[in-house]
């Protein structure tokens, strides 16, 4: 099998990708082939919804290149799930988003969970985002941001997960069951941050 991972942030590097796909090549079988690809022209990083609609016709034509080329999956590897549903009317594989397949996977562990992103200014967002994700809004006990700005989750790892630490605390004592990370630049801290907070944490790159 083979899975096209498509990063919609313009101008991922090589070495970059290809950690990630490294990182995640552990949660596979041995004869699954990972790939990793990122927008070349769009010009923007996923941070709000008018980023989203800009990356959004690389982001269908990297997909649409993936199934010629034989792939048989495409994975949006980012929280905000970009182009989803014009990647499906297009394709005939499955196209998977990392925030919806890490909501449903986090049902089942939990009766209710929290959401938590990297910045404040982008919950207004995705509240409404997560309401399209077919997740009863109940079982989302929170939404709540970490302090990441100006952190760097792959360069700074110690302070990282601190941060996330002490918002993913506050969480759970206000009721989440779990914790959803709604960053997939969080790749490889839900199992350290769980073990911190003693509750299950759902990594959406995994899921």
Do not use: H
């Amino acid at each position: 099998m083979k899975i096209m991972i498509i990063n919609p942030d313009c101008g991922v590097t090589e070495e970059a990708m290809a950690l990630r796909c490294r990182i995640l090549q552990q949660y596979v079988a041995q004869d699954t082939e990972l790939y990793m690809a990122c927008p070349q022209n769009s010009g923007v990083e996923i941070n709000s919804a008018l980023d989203v609609a800009l990356a959004a016709p690389e982001i269908v034509n990297i997909a649409v290149d993936a199934q010629n080329a034989g792939f048989d999956a495409v994975v949006l590897y980012c929280f905000s799930d970009p182009a989803i549903d014009a990647c499906r009317e297009a394709l005939r594989i499955p196209v998977i988003g990392g925030a919806q397949a890490a909501c449903l996977s986090a049902l089942n562990v939990c009766r209710s969970f929290g959401v938590m992103l990297a910045d404040e200014l982008r919950l207004p967002e995705k509240k409404r985002f997560l309401r399209t994700l077919g997740v009863d809004p109940s079982c989302i006990a929170q939404i709540a941001a970490a302090d990441m700005r100006g952190v760097d989750p792959w360069q700074n790892r110690e302070l990282a997960l601190a941060r996330l630490a002490e918002c993913g605390q506050q969480m759970v004592a206000e009721g989440a069951e779990a914790i959803v990370l709604g960053c997939l630049s969080f790749l490889g801290l839900a199992q350290p941050l769980a073990e911190v907070l003693g509750v299950p944490v759902i990594d959406p790159a995994v899921a």
